[in-house]
């Protein structure tokens, strides 16, 4: 009876491990979203009215340089689902881990060694199918469940101990503070006693007409009054370094210091649009030219290279590939331009320099 009694407590003890392994592989599965609070039942409810609400045009996202409203109402539906799966997640882990903890305070040496050899075997499970398997992921939850109950143990005696509880993260802080300090909206006039920040600075510009911008929220938020350019878009992104700002006033773009909110440089009247790529860079489009910032700042500048836009853009690992107005005639034509210095090559049947000042 005793040794039947052990093996059932070792093989439910195994079935919990294997059963909370399932709900974090669960979790991880669930859609990502770069906010990082957890919404409550009544708010994912009201995210997905507003999700609605912006599918049927209904009403427009507030800060548009950020988000279409499709992609706006996917964030809202995204959102609402991943803290859905993570509620429903936490109520399972709290219920299995319960039970785990009453059948181990048995103390029941059959049931360590059980626990001993769930781990072995998924290790070698892991090693056996490749890092990329489904076994290497479940050993990896196993990994992080022992992380979690050592600094628990850990914490039982150190009481004052900060435990870093990160089972669910809800997306990435970086990504929503980005959000938070480049949201921008145009105003028609500043609210009244609230400073404006003349960029460039008044007596030092051109005297073409300004806009004003409200760029970031709650305790980022500030208004610029931005000469404006040329085109009729305007846009505020983070620059890959993380350290500046690229705002373009209807196409007139500036570097800001994101700290100090200060211009450092402008960079043309004819931004038409800004092509965000992976490798942590973009590329300005200045209707005639192209420019690339990366991390450690500008890149290059090509010359004038199209009598008037550019089309098909794509960037492979070492190259940027498209089409622009052959100066000379107008016609489209295929030019691919060297990622690391900016050389510009033309097809051979367009026969166009490479750049026209």
């Known amino acids: 009876m005793t040794i039947m009694k052990n093996d059932k407590a070792s093989e439910r003890a195994v079935a919990l491990v294997q059963e909370m392994v399932d709900v974090l592989q669960r979790t991880g599965e669930a859609p990502a979203s770069p906010l990082t609070a957890f919404l409550t039942a009544a708010e994912r409810r009201e995210f997905r009215r507003r999700a609605a609400r912006l599918r049927r045009q209904k009403v427009e996202p507030r800060y548009k340089n950020l988000h279409s409203a499709e992609e706006l109402a996917d964030l809202y539906e995204r959102t609402a689902q991943r803290d859905e799966i993570v509620e429903k997640a936490r109520r399972d882990l709290q219920r299995i881990s319960a039970e785990l903890k009453r059948i181990r305070s048995e103390k029941d ?46 914490q039982r005696r150190k009481p004052g101990a900060k435990f870093p509880w990160t089972v669910f993260p809800a997306g990435d802080p970086s990504e929503e503070a980005r959000y938070v300090l480049t949201a921008a909206e145009i105003l028609d006039a500043p609210p009244p006693g609230e400073a404006v920040i003349a960029i460039p600075p008044e007596g030092k510009d051109s005297g073409r007409e300004r ?22 878009d305007s846009t505020v992104l983070m620059m890959p370094d993380c350290k500046h700002l690229f705002v373009s006033a209807q196409g007139a773009g500036y570097i800001i210091d994101l700290l100090s909110r200060t211009l450092v440089e402008t960079i043309g009247t004819e931004v038409v649009e800004v092509i965000g790529f992976p490798m942590g860079l973009f590329v300005v489009n ?16 090509t010359g004038r290279i199209s009598a008037g836009g550019f089309r098909g853009i794509v960037v492979t690992e070492t190259r940027l590939i498209g089409e622009a107005r052959d100066p000379r005639r107008g ?11 900016g050389e510009v090559r033309f097809a051979p049947a367009a026969a166009v320099p490479k750049s026209v000042e």
């Open 286 to 301: 200045h209707n005639v030219s192209l420019e690339a910032f990366g991390k450690s700042g500008r890149l290059w500048k």
């Open 211 to 232: 806009a004003l911008i409200r760029i970031g929220v709650r305790g980022a938020s500030w208004i610029g009054s931005f000469e404006i350019g040329s085109t009729s």
């Open 109 to 154: 040496p059959d049931v360590e060694k059980a626990m001993v050899a769930l781990v072995k075997e998924a290790e070698q499970s892991a090693e056996k199918h490749g890092p990329r398997s489904e076994a290497a992921q479940r050993f990896r939850c196993l990994q992080l469940m022992g992380w979690i109950g050592q600094r628990a143990t850990e």
């Open 331 to 341: 016609e489209w034509c295929g030019f691919s331009l060297d990622m690391a210095t």
